[in-house]
């Protein structure tokens, strides 16, 4: 049974291909992104945009690279991947400005982004740098005491508290500053998302109020078509009614008339008859 065991080929589990997700951006597909969403934000003069700027530059990103219909973005996407991008930015311009231009960002965006929303990430900044988050408190040894007098027995010493080392927080206390002031510089940049968010909402609903009265209104419009219609027949109809009894009743008094001078000619000519025989009686 051992040898047996041994000469079966090893079992191997069945490979599993890896997941794709539909909201991956390669690089050509988010530098179409930075450059529509850059030219609508600037023709905005740095404002947020709307949700018909958004489907704009969703259409722009679906022109270039929505060919295959996993590829193509919605509006809702392209934002969120502005967002991302937006906060990967502000972390690499920490990183940056901490170093005091020691180092340079090799993020392929990072300069088109500095250039888009660098100057209000600057506007932004408060004007007095804020306190850090650690800084080390200074030690202050208190003085010792007056020597007490012979007679008291001599108390313990205690033992004196080493001093603190703040060379740690020394070296990071610009990285430490930096962080906090991104990290105001986001709240920022959340509240005016979800205001943005809070528009974009209300456009939204909107919208779908005024297709609902477009809709209540052509409704209506057709009820009133309707009526006006029947309206119509029914009047066209009278007039119908009417004119045929006018013609009616203009034939029966021709026809009156004419039988009328029928008569009278008939008794003109019998009296003419009986003249006639009177005289030659």
Known sequence: MGDLTDSL???TAPQRSAPFREDCWSEDATSTLVDAWGRRYIE????NLRQKDWQEVADAVNARHGHVKKARRTDVQCKNRIDTIKKKYKIEKARV???NGALTSSWPFFSRLDALIGPTLSAKKPSSASPPLALPLPYWKTPSPAAPSASVGAL???RPMPAVDDSYFRRNYSAVAAAAAAEAVDEDEDEEEEEEESRWSAERSGDVDGMRQLAR???RFGEIYEKVEAEKQKQMFELEKQRMQFA???EFQRMKMFMDTQVQLEKIKRAKRSGLNDIYS
């Open 248 to 250: 009616k009743d203009v």
């Open 97 to 99: 400005t901490t170093s």
């Open 217 to 219: 209104a052509i409704e």
């Open 156 to 158: 313990p010493q205690k």
């Open 9 to 11: 080929p090893p079992s």
């Open 44 to 47: 905005l003069n740095r404002g």
